[in-house]
């Protein structure tokens, strides 16, 4: 690696420290959290590794938890992930890279957290292919590793603080949502939206079925609201 | 155990998919306007059908 490659990693390393402080905690609750969804360690270790997605991980904990079946929770997540399309869209062209392994290696390690960081940091090195490949594998590796310290000191936690735990994901949910909805009114209409669709799907369809026709729907519903900011629109 | 090991190699995929999508598109795509606007929303909307009404499910467990 070239000396500036090896200082622009350096430099994204160092740009993941706040994802990695915001991750560990996160993932520590996953690894804890899986235990009491039936999980055995290593795969809550091993979904962090090569699923690497918070809210659809959890998403795919709860329904396991309610006994949903699989095809249910694969299209479930996959939905939660269409997001990165478009992140990866505005990314990827602003690093101009020319290998599409490297090209790949880069898209895969982008986070909702890891995209907001390269897009906004103040320092530029960060948004250079070794800058993002820094970046990246800091937030990456305190995922994993969090979550499977997690899941190992799950089975040193008492039962009814494992079940207390399973409630906790619901204040998890809660805690993402009211930050992203508040001064968004559009946010909140579609998370309700989404609600009241899912209360409804699910009189008539299996509870995964009925998640994902929520999502599909709810996310409908931003055509019905006003047009949105600017503000909004220099996000992407 | 084999179900979860199948279970985690199908979300990988799920995960994966999306994300590689563009690295293969090359620079020149760009999404309709339309299909941008809803996937922003796609994230809140996830959020709301997570929450309601499954925690009424888990309060009611737990009372």
Same mark, same amino acid.
């Given at each position: ?27 520590? *609750?996953? =690894?804890?959290?899986?235990?009491? =969804? ?8 091993? @979904?962090? #590794? ?11 904990? *709860?329904?396991?938890? @309610?006994?949903?079946p699989m095809p249910e929770i694969v ?6 992930? $269409? ?15 020319? *290998? $599409? ?6 898209? $895969?390690?982008?986070?909702? +957290? ?9 320092? +530029? ?7 993002? #490949? ?11 590793? =969090? ?45 309700? =939206?989404?609600?009241?669709?899912? &209360? ?26 006003? +047009? ?9 | @155990?084999?179900?979860? #090991?199948l279970l985690?190699?199908a979300?990988? #995929? ?7 999508? !563009? ?8 999404? !309709? ?13 996830? &959020? ?16």
């Amino acid at each position: 690696m070239p000396q500036s490659a090896f200082h622009h990693f350096r430099q994204g390393l160092k740009a993941s420290f706040p994802v990695v402080v915001g991750y560990l905690p996160i993932a520590f *609750s996953f =690894g804890l959290v899986s235990h009491e =969804g039936g999980l055995p360690w290593w795969a809550a270790g091993l @979904m962090s #590794l090569i699923v690497y997605t918070g809210a659809g991980q959890f998403a795919a904990l *709860s329904m396991l938890g @309610m006994g949903t079946p699989m095809p249910e929770i694969v299209a479930a997540v996959l939905f939660m992930n $269409l997001r990165h399309i478009v992140m990866n869209l505005a990314l990827l062209p602003k690093l101009a890279i020319r *290998s $599409l392994g490297l090209r790949s290696l880069v898209a $895969l390690g982008v986070t909702d +957290e890891t995209f907001a960081v390269s897009l906004f940091s103040a320092d +530029e090195e960060v948004l250079t292919t070794a800058g993002m #490949l820094g970046l990246n594998l800091g937030a990456w590796s305190s995922w994993w590793m =969090g979550s499977l310290v997690g899941a190992w000191a799950a089975g040193l936690v008492p039962k009814g603080l494992n079940d207390a735990m399973a409630v906790m994901l619901y204040g998890l949910f809660i805690g993402l949502l009211v930050p992203a909805v508040r001064g968004k009114g559009r946010g909140l209409v579609i998370a309700l =939206g989404a609600m009241a669709v899912n &209360l409804a799907a699910r009189q008539v369809l299996a509870p995964g079925w009925a998640l994902v026709a929520a999502i599909l729907l709810g996310a409908g519903l931003t055509f019905l609201l006003p +047009e949105k900011t600017e503000e909004a629109k220099d996000a992407l | @155990m084999r179900s979860d #090991l199948l279970l985690i190699l199908a979300l990988s #995929l799920s995960t994966a998919l999306p994300r590689l999508l !563009p690295a293969f598109l090359g620079d020149r795509f760009r999404p !309709p306007e339309a299909f941008r606007r809803w996937l922003d929303a796609v994230p809140f909307a996830a &959020l709301g059908a997570l929450i309601f009404p499954g925690i009424l499910w888990r309060i009611h467990l737990h009372l």
